[in-house]
């Protein structure tokens, strides 16, 4: 069959009857190719930023998208800037499934429907984006994306052929658009990556790790010669929700943008997320025991007794004083009835329940470490992924005061892992725990439909120096951390553990980037890495104690350059804080503060000391809105600004 007659005609000036009066926001546009295959393009601002590219799924070894027919095309309700449309697709022995589409001011979103009442087999997916000739991308290559291997690195899409990109992969076409292809609402399905098919194109895909395969342990970290090892497009069998006759795939999602400003502002992810359940958040985001707040944890410090009982009181104390809301118990803690000098015969919960009360005399709040499930040669992980040692668990944590919990190791986001992460989510709502996931995959908009969730890792963070040219490859630090704020942040906060001014600093960077870098690199789940002593003697000290973890506004400053310079102005109720972080070439950060409203303000600013790099220095100044500021930016180096009303 070819493209539809006139009454397709019809059907799609329904749907994309609001297109034309918004000619300026992005358009998704479906048609059959003259050989029955079903393809889209996309639009933005006038100008075709995706090509003509295929859709469509191979469900028990069938392939959904050719050969087939759009039988109608059904308008939804046009809100709020939001266009939705509904696409029915029929192969010629009549079987139909459905494709919604989403178009906004910023970029589109699709997603299938199929129809089932059992259970379906997945073998891969044809869904595509073609970019023209000479775009660049950003993304993180190499075999295993989830966790802490994040090579990133720059090329030009028709240089990826054969490559893994781990979404979300940034675009810069060659007409001035960037774009960013990542997943949204990935509930009970496989998690995707982007696959380079060809020279200029993309195309979701699944892997799974080569140690769950062989082991037959299907989550959780494997043997560590399985660590970075990936099977691509593996089938597996995914069954409806109960009461559901269809299987809902994540949302395919492309952001567009005309500058760096634009696409770090994109909200489509929450646009196309689930709500969250009202029996288990009353008030959303704002349901009253969800905390966003900072913490230490010892993971990363030095000394023997680091996980000790001893150590975290003193950071405890140490959190006091700098108003630090939280500390971290992480892994060891349910060890401590062997290791504690003075268990005396307690339990572990005692011993546990003994910190928390002392914390909360404080005004702090502890959180606690537990592997989602047993790690590989482990003999004393017992994870979560049984329901009543997980509800167990959950209630006592919640009994004797834990606020929240940091859960790790998942190491991959196959279906069942996928659904063990709603469950955890789920089963922490019921006792008012909030979570963050380490060891995990990227945020796919989870954080709106379970906002007892606050972060997740997914990233190559401070823990992971060291491990360069072994277990953690990844490109120089400098680069790495001045492509994150334009890439994995775009989909969510991540638990990246910043500031350490000890063995955890990585020598190409400064200690002024160092603290920059917790403005930068933010999240509502803030844990800093550094050791105590050296957080409570820092120059820098109050811009460790000043700053917020949820922002009223960010604005990208033109200077920015992906890889080479970030630069972000922030806003918090009536302060502004600038946060620069440099790439690997030295240089003079020059800026118009055009963004501050009109008035006269005190400046003070964090930067490097000009000949050291491990020294943090502190000037002031008044400036006023619209006035130019220039510093110096070593190799690796940055500042961050604190600016006041006066």
Same mark, same amino acid.
């Given at each position: 069959?070819k493209?539809l007659? @006139?009454n397709?005609?019809?059907l799609?000036?329904l749907c994309?009857c609001?297109s034309?009066l918004h000619a300026?926001d992005?358009?998704?546009?479906?048609?059959t190719?003259?050989t029955?295959?079903?393809?889209?393009? =996309? &639009?933005?601002?006038?100008?075709?930023?995706?090509?003509?590219?295929?859709?469509?799924?191979?469900?028990d070894? $069938?392939?959904i998208?050719?050969e087939?027919?759009?039988k109608s095309?059904?308008?939804?309700?046009?809100t709020?800037?939001?266009r939705?449309?509904? #696409?029915?697709?029929e192969?010629?022995?009549?079987?139909?499934y459905?494709?919604?589409?989403?178009?906004?001011?910023d970029?589109?979103a699709?997603?299938?429907r199929?129809?089932?009442?059992?259970?379906?087999?997945?073998?891969?997916e044809?869904?595509? @984006?073609t970019?023209?000739?000479?775009?660049?991308?950003?993304?993180?290559s190499?075999?295993? %994306?989830?966790?802490?291997l994040?090579?990133?690195?720059d $090329?030009f899409?028709?240089?990826?052929?054969?490559?893994i990109l781990?979404p979300p992969?940034?675009?810069l076409?060659p007409?001035?658009?960037?774009?960013a292809i990542t997943?949204?609402?990935l509930f009970?399905y496989h998690?995707? =990556?982007?696959?380079?098919?060809?020279?200029? %194109?993309v195309?979701?895909?699944?892997?799974?790790n080569?140690g769950?395969?062989?082991?037959?342990v299907?989550?959780?970290?494997p043997?560590s010669?399985y660590?970075?090892?990936?099977?691509r497009?593996?089938? /597996?069998?995914v069954s409806?929700?109960?009461?559901?006759?269809e299987?809902?795939t994540?949302?395919?999602?492309?952001?567009?943008a005309e500058n760096?400003?634009?696409?770090?502002?994109n909200?489509?992810?929450a646009k =196309?997320?689930?709500?969250?359940?009202?029996?288990?958040f009353?008030d959303?985001?704002e349901?009253?025991w969800?905390?966003?707040?900072?913490?230490?944890f010892t993971?990363?410090?030095?000394g023997k007794?680091?996980?000790s009982?001893?150590?975290?009181? *003193?950071?405890?104390?140490?959190?006091?004083e700098?108003?630090?809301e939280?500390v971290v118990v992480?892994?060891? /803690?349910?060890?401590?009835?062997?290791t504690?000098?003075?268990?005396n015969?307690r339990?572990k919960w005692?011993?546990?329940k003994?910190?928390v009360d #002392?914390?909360?005399e404080?005004?702090?709040?502890?959180?606690?470490?537990?592997s989602?499930?047993?790690r590989s040669?482990?003999k004393t992980?017992i994870g979560?992924? !049984?329901p009543k040692?997980?509800? !167990? +668990?959950?209630?006592?944590?919640s009994?004797?005061?834990v *606020?929240?919990?940091?859960?790790? +190791?998942?190491?991959t986001e196959?279906?069942?892992?996928?659904?063990?992460?709603?469950?955890i989510l *789920?089963d922490?709502?019921?006792?008012k725990l909030?979570?963050i @996931?380490?060891?995990?995959?990227?945020p796919t908009g989870?954080?709106?439909?379970?906002?007892n969730?606050?972060?997740?890792?997914?990233?190559r963070g401070?823990?992971?120096?060291g491990?360069e040219?072994?277990?953690?490859p990844?490109?120089p630090?400098?680069?790495?951390?001045?492509?994150l704020?334009f890439?994995?942040?775009l989909v969510g906060?991540a638990d990246?553990?910043p500031?350490n001014?000890?063995?955890?600093?990585?020598p190409?960077?400064? &200690?002024?980037?160092q603290l920059s870098?917790? #403005?930068?690199?933010?999240?509502p789940m803030?844990i800093f890495?550094?050791?105590?002593?050296?957080?409570?003697?820092?120059?820098?000290?109050?811009f460790?104690?000043?700053v917020?973890?949820?922002w009223?506004?960010?604005?990208?400053?033109p200077e920015?350059?992906?890889?080479?310079l970030a630069?972000?102005?922030r806003? *918090?109720?009536d302060?502004?804080y600038?946060? =620069?972080l440099?790439?690997?070439?030295?240089?003079?950060?020059?800026?118009?503060?055009d +963004?501050?409203?009109k008035?006269?303000?005190k400046m003070?600013?964090?930067?490097?000391?000009?000949?050291?790099?491990?020294?943090?220095?502190?000037?002031?100044?008044?400036?006023?809105?619209g006035?130019k500021?220039k510093?110096?930016?070593?190799?690796g180096?940055g +500042?961050v600004a604190r600016?006041s009303?006066?």
């Amino acid at each position: 069959m070819k493209l539809l007659n @006139f009454n397709y005609l019809i059907l799609w000036s329904l749907c994309a009857c609001s297109s034309a009066l918004h000619a300026q926001d992005a358009t998704i546009r479906l048609e059959t190719t003259p050989t029955d295959d079903l393809s889209f393009c =996309v &639009f933005y601002k006038g100008k075709e930023v995706i090509r003509k590219s295929p859709l469509g799924m191979t469900i028990d070894n $069938r392939a959904i998208g050719k050969e087939v027919r759009i039988k109608s095309v059904t308008p939804g309700e046009q809100t709020n800037g939001e266009r939705l449309c509904t #696409y029915t697709i029929e192969k010629p022995e009549g079987d139909i499934y459905y494709i919604d589409t989403r178009e906004y001011a910023d970029g589109i979103a699709l997603r299938y429907r199929i129809p089932a009442s059992t259970n379906i087999c997945i073998y891969g997916e044809a869904t595509s @984006f073609t970019f023209p000739s000479r775009t660049k991308t950003w993304y993180a290559s190499g075999p295993f %994306q989830y966790g802490w291997l994040q090579e990133y690195q720059d $090329r030009f899409t028709d240089d990826i052929e054969g490559e893994i990109l781990a979404p979300p992969a940034t675009f810069l076409t060659p007409d001035g658009v960037y774009a960013a292809i990542t997943e949204a609402n990935l509930f009970n399905y496989h998690g995707a =990556v982007l696959l380079g098919t060809e020279p200029n %194109q993309v195309r979701f895909g699944y892997v799974e790790n080569k140690g769950h395969l062989e082991t037959g342990v299907i989550t959780g970290l494997p043997p560590s010669k399985y660590w970075h090892e990936a099977v691509r497009n593996v089938p /597996w069998i995914v069954s409806p929700k109960e009461g559901v006759n269809e299987v809902i795939t994540p949302w395919r999602v492309l952001m567009l943008a005309e500058n760096l400003n634009g696409l770090v502002n994109n909200k489509i992810l929450a646009k =196309v997320s689930d709500k969250p359940d009202k029996n288990l958040f009353p008030d959303g985001s704002e349901t009253d025991w969800i905390k966003p707040g900072r913490a230490t944890f010892t993971w990363l410090v030095e000394g023997k007794d680091r996980l000790s009982i001893g150590n975290h009181k *003193k950071y405890v104390d140490g959190c006091a004083e700098l108003g630090i809301e939280a500390v971290v118990v992480d892994d060891g /803690w349910e060890l401590w009835q062997q290791t504690e000098k003075n268990a005396n015969g307690r339990t572990k919960w005692e011993m546990l329940k003994e910190l928390v009360d #002392y914390a909360g005399e404080r005004n702090v709040n502890i959180w606690v470490w537990r592997s989602s499930s047993p790690r590989s040669g482990n003999k004393t992980d017992i994870g979560l992924v !049984d329901p009543k040692e997980r509800a !167990d +668990f959950m209630r006592k944590c919640s009994e004797i005061g834990v *606020k929240g919990l940091k859960i790790d +190791f998942f190491h991959t986001e196959n279906l069942f892992t996928v659904n063990l992460m709603e469950n955890i989510l *789920k089963d922490a709502a019921k006792e008012k725990l909030m979570v963050i @996931f380490h060891g995990v995959n990227k945020p796919t908009g989870d954080s709106y439909t379970y906002p007892n969730l606050l972060a997740k890792e997914a990233v190559r963070g401070l823990e992971t120096v060291g491990g360069e040219n072994s277990w953690a490859p990844g490109p120089p630090w400098p680069y790495h951390n001045t492509v994150l704020p334009f890439t994995r942040w775009l989909v969510g906060p991540a638990d990246y553990t910043p500031l350490n001014f000890r063995a955890f600093c990585p020598p190409s960077i400064t &200690f002024a980037h160092q603290l920059s870098s917790i #403005y930068m690199l933010t999240s509502p789940m803030l844990i800093f890495a550094a050791d105590m002593e050296d957080m409570l003697s820092s120059p820098g000290r109050s811009f460790i104690e000043s700053v917020p973890v949820v922002w009223d506004e960010t604005i990208v400053l033109p200077e920015s350059e992906i890889g080479k310079l970030a630069a972000l102005a922030r806003r *918090k109720g009536d302060v502004w804080y600038l946060t =620069v972080l440099n790439g690997e070439e030295a240089g003079v950060f020059e800026t118009n503060l055009d +963004f501050l409203p009109k008035g006269k303000y005190k400046m003070e600013i964090a930067t490097d000391t000009p000949g050291n790099r491990k020294l943090i220095e502190i000037k002031e100044s008044k400036i006023c809105s619209g006035q130019k500021m220039k510093e110096q930016l070593m190799s690796g180096g940055g +500042f961050v600004a604190r600016i006041s009303a006066i």
